[in-house]
């Protein structure tokens, strides 16, 4: 009895192989592994933040949610009030137009704002704390809109409560938009919320 006991092994260890059980063989042909530094810098990109400036965090789009990174934009000494935001609005939104670096493509960031567009002050009725874009909110796209309500709110161009008061150049009175972490996680599905405010 004992001797067949130990001819079976060999069958039971050639049965086990056979139904996959082995675990020293490891498949090597899934491809490359994924990129660890997606959606991340290694170091800060001194690259964008070359000009003195006021510093600041604009929001960029990266596999499909809002990130942010370091910039500085320009904002003359003696600026205050309504042309002290303006001036910070529009070197915020030059930021976001700009084409990322080489470092940030590498790591998968990209924009959706278009260059051209500009910011203006508010229009007598408008809150003192609007802003006029050059494009309607509701023709931007809605990872560019995204975008720029999230970096607005979160500067000194708007009141720092998360959320920023933007117009177009029409007639249309403007919207309060906030960026809410659904927006910031899904800027493509979840547009900000946006409700009408009193003329100030």
Same mark, same amino acid.
């Given at each position: 009895?004992?001797?067949? #006991?130990?001819?079976?092994?060999?069958?039971?260890?050639?049965?086990?192989?056979?139904? @996959?059980?082995?675990?020293?063989?490891?498949?090597?042909?899934?491809?490359?592994?994924?990129? #660890?530094?997606?959606?991340?810098? *290694? !170091?800060?990109?001194?690259?964008?933040?070359?000009?003195?400036?006021?510093?600041?965090?604009?929001?960029?789009?990266?596999?499909?949610? &809002?990130?942010?990174?370091? #910039?500085?934009?320009?904002?003359?000494? =003696?600026?205050?009030?309504? %042309?002290?935001?303006?001036?910070?609005?529009? =070197? &915020?939104?030059?930021?976001? *137009?700009?084409?990322?670096? *080489?470092? %940030?493509? !590498?790591?998968?960031?990209?924009?959706?704002? #278009?260059?051209?567009?500009?910011?203006?002050?508010?229009?007598?009725?408008?809150?003192?704390?609007?802003?006029?874009?050059?494009?309607?909110?509701?023709?931007?796209?809605?990872? *560019? &809109?995204?975008?720029?309500?999230?970096?607005?709110?979160?500067?000194?161009?708007?009141?720092?409560?998360?959320?920023?008061?933007? =117009? @177009?150049?029409?007639?249309?009175?403007?919207?309060?938009?906030?960026?809410?972490? %659904?927006?910031?996680?899904?800027?493509?599905?979840?547009?900000?919320?946006?409700?009408?405010?009193?003329?100030?």
């Amino acid at each position: 009895m004992t001797v067949r #006991r130990w001819a079976a092994v060999p069958v039971l260890a050639v049965l086990l192989a056979g139904c @996959g059980i082995r675990a020293t063989e490891v498949p090597t042909d899934f491809g490359p592994a994924p990129s #660890r530094v997606q959606c991340s810098l *290694a !170091e800060p990109d001194v690259s964008k933040q070359a000009a003195r400036g006021l510093p600041v965090q604009v929001f960029l789009l990266c596999r499909s949610s &809002l990130v942010t990174v370091d #910039r500085e934009v320009p904002v003359p000494d =003696g600026a205050a009030g309504s %042309e002290r935001r303006v001036l910070v609005a529009q =070197g &915020l939104l030059d930021e976001l *137009a700009a084409t990322p670096s *080489a470092a %940030e493509k !590498e790591a998968g960031y990209t924009t959706d704002v #278009r260059g051209g567009m500009t910011v203006d002050a508010p229009r007598s009725g408008d809150p003192d704390d609007a802003l006029r874009l050059s494009t309607r909110p509701e023709d931007l796209t809605s990872y *560019a &809109l995204a975008q720029i309500v999230c970096t607005f709110s979160d500067s000194a161009a708007a009141e720092g409560d998360g959320s920023v008061i933007l =117009g @177009g150049p029409d007639a249309e009175s403007p919207q309060r938009y906030e960026c809410t972490d %659904e927006v910031r996680s899904r800027p493509g599905t979840e547009a900000p919320p946006s409700a009408g405010v009193t003329d100030g």
